[in-house]
């Protein structure tokens, strides 16, 4: 039995119990419904239509994206399911009891940004919302350094204190949220494509829509090349929860529970809103002259009463998504730093101010800065941690864990000093040829001087640093005798 007294325990931390364990196949597929209904997964597929691909492009781009990343999602949350420990604690395995708290940091950064992207996302929808109501636009003057208007800053901020109130909720009541929004978002998705088709002349003008690498296109012959790094993007999108997922999957009924319900819940329903999203971006094309990949921006241009609904239930979706993809996450590996004094609640606070601090706007500027420098970019960082968790549990530890030793600063995952060197080198190694085409993305014009091998190797990022972290943390631990 792990020491209650230690500073790697507290109750929100603690394996959970048989009675806890309620989650049925519906309440896994109910919940992805919820966090895929929405407006950064509706911009993904949107944004490569923007950037050039034709509908069906961006529909097997994401697609195979979601398809990949549930091979990790699933591998991983099996350690959950089985043992009911949460991200945070499995990472003490490989990582050291001290050394888990790098992965631990490195996606709960992660999901601050998210965090703040939906918040930014839930504060527009209410301004636009209210836009509608009045008839105006009601953005307000820029604010010097920000870049955002006043009115938008408001917005954004009292979107931010709507959502603190859920904070002290707790997962079930995100269950429960989940559950029972999911079929509204999904009627919304598909009023939005009727009026996409109805206005656009149906759905064959939208299909005939030349994508710009067919032969004369502006990016004529280079389709291949660019698919790959689009796929890796895609990838990207869900890598924070391929890692967190245990956080859910520790309240699965059974392990087929958790298996069943994210088959059914993420790749279909992903696909399903890329072609709802390509299908009504494609029609802006043909009704404004341009391509619209917010449909909160959208949305101001259609007005009538049905947008006024479509904004309410954006405003909801994004709160419950919010907090279900990007809070509960980040709440336990901050409790995971310091169990005797944050707990659950505090993370979730913690999480929440760091997610104003990023300036979560900058990085929805445009579609390239949002799918192939945010998307790829923390595929970079947390990709190799996912290489090294699935290797340690499933190859090295053949999914037997020392459950209450996770808990143990003498048990079986002290290393040196709770430091795993291996896991550490893995993990820099995993990152390091990827950060000069990540500089490169994220500062063309200071990092000019970087080119190919590197950027090349960062259009693969999430492969690459999860494919080498993996194959050298097994090279340096096979010969050791898990805990």
Not at 341 to 367: C, Q
Request: proline share 6%; aromatic share 12%; charged share 10%.
């Amino acid at each position: 039995m792990a020491d209650e007294t230690s500073n790697l325990w507290n109750d929100d931390l603690a394996p959970t119990t048989a009675a806890q364990r309620t989650w049925r196949a519906r309440h896994f597929a109910a919940l992805w419904l919820g966090m895929v209904i929405a407006v950064p997964a509706y911009m993904l597929a949107a944004g490569l239509v923007e950037q050039g691909m034709s509908a069906v492009q961006a529909v097997w781009a994401v697609l195979l994206g979601n398809l990949i990343v549930l091979v990790p999602m699933l591998l991983i949350g099996h350690a959950g399911a089985k043992h009911g420990v949460p991200y945070a604690v499995l990472a003490r395995a490989s990582f050291g009891w001290r050394g888990a708290r790098l992965p631990a940091l490195a996606r709960a950064i992660v999901a601050c940004g998210w965090y703040g992207i939906q918040t930014w996302i839930g504060g527009g929808a209410l301004l636009t919302l209210l836009g509608v109501m009045v008839g105006a636009k009601l953005d307000g003057p820029m604010i010097p350094l920000l870049g955002i208007g006043v009115g938008q800053l408001l917005a954004f901020l009292a979107f931010w204190l709507i959502q603190l109130a859920f904070v002290t909720k707790g997962l079930e009541t995100v269950r429960k949220l989940e559950t029972w929004t999911a079929p509204v978002k999904v009627i919304v998705c598909v009023a939005l494509v009727w009026w996409a088709l109805s206005k656009a002349g149906g759905l064959g003008p939208i299909l005939h829509e030349p994508s710009a690498y067919d032969a004369g296109g502006a990016k004529a012959g280079r389709f291949w090349a660019d698919f790959g790094p689009a796929v890796t993007a895609m990838t990207g999108y869900w890598a924070t929860l391929a890692l967190n997922i245990p956080d859910f999957t520790r309240f699965a009924r059974t392990q087929k529970d958790q298996i069943v319900g994210q088959a059914l819940g993420l790749p279909g329903p992903m696909a399903l809103l890329a072609a709802m999203s390509v299908v009504v971006t494609s029609a802006t094309v043909l009704i404004f002259g341009k391509a619209i990949w917010d449909p909160v921006a959208l949305s101001g241009d259609i007005g009538g009463i049905a947008v006024l609904v479509g904004l309410v239930v954006i405003s909801l979706d994004t709160v419950s998504c919010n907090i279900a993809a990007n809070l509960v996450g980040p709440a336990y590996d901050f409790a995971a730093l310091w169990p005797k004094r944050i707990t659950y609640r505090i993370g979730g606070y913690i999480t929440a101010v760091i997610g104003v601090l990023i300036m979560p706007w900058k990085l929805l500027e445009s579609t390239a800065g949002y799918i192939f420098v945010w998307l790829t970019g923390y595929g970079a960082l947390l990709g190799p941690i996912a290489g090294i968790l699935i290797v340690d549990y499933w190859l090295l530890r053949r999914t037997v864990l020392d459950a209450p030793g996770l808990y143990d600063r003498t048990g079986p995952y002290t290393y040196r000093n709770g430091w795993n060197p291996a896991a550490l080198v893995a993990f820099a190694v995993g990152v390091a040829p990827n950060l000069p085409g990540f500089l490169h993305a994220a500062a063309p014009h200071v990092f000019a001087g970087i080119g190919a091998p590197w950027t090349t190797l960062y259009q693969y990022a999430w492969f690459v640093g999860a494919g080498l972290a993996g194959a050298l943390y097994w090279g340096l631990m096979a010969r050791k005798t898990p805990g």
